[in-house]
């Protein structure tokens, strides 16, 4: 059975799917965060990295691995989701509800070559512009909610 087709069932079964995602941040000299955003590969929405969890690895460490991949970025990632924002998931012939569960990145390393690079882009902003342009309001709220927590332990990794 093919990934789409389980995925399909499954949300059948459990009624929504889980998904990981990584809010890849840094900081700026003068100590406020800006966030990395990129593009989904098929519609060019503007998102933050995320799939789906992977068997016998940890959530962070799946988003971690997403972030790389999609993103080409990598940095310390917090144990614990900073929050959670639901979607919809477009398979073409069947429209499925998804919760993405995301672990904020502070990123350490910007890959010039990575994965998806031929089809993605990816941009840093500040909390206010990612929110502006985010393609999920639930998404553009955690990210203004989570500058102002992540300011405040500005220099630590969170792991909420």
């Known amino acids: 059975m093919k ?8 949300a059948h079964k459990e ?3 889980q998904q990981v995602a990584a809010l ?3 900081f700026r000299t003068n100590g406020k965060i800006d966030f990395l955003i990129i593009t989904s590969r098929r519609t060019k ?11 016998g690895t940890p959530d ?3 988003a971690a691995i997403e972030a790389e991949e999609e993103a080409g970025v990598r940095g310390n ?3 614990q989701p900073i929050g959670s924002f639901s979607y919809v998931k477009d398979f073409s012939d069947v429209l499925i509800p998804v919760i993405a569960n995301v672990f904020p990145l502070r990123v350490k390393k910007v ?16 909390a ?15 990210v203004m909610l989570a500058s102002v927590m992540l300011e405040k332990h500005s220099g630590r990794t969170v792991v909420a």
């Open 77 to 79: 990632i917090g144990n």
């Open 3 to 10: 990934k789409k087709a389980k995925l399909i069932e499954l």
């Open 24 to 26: 890849p941040y840094r």
């Open 128 to 142: 206010a512009k990612a929110a502006a342009v985010l393609s999920d309001r639930g998404l553009a709220e955690l």
């Open 111 to 126: 890959k010039s070559h990575w994965k998806e690079r031929a089809r993605r882009k990816r941009k840093w902003m500040s």
């Open 60 to 62: 962070c460490d799946a």
């Open 15 to 17: 009624g929504v799917l």
């Open 45 to 55: 929405r503007l998102i933050v990295p995320k799939g789906w969890p992977i068997a």
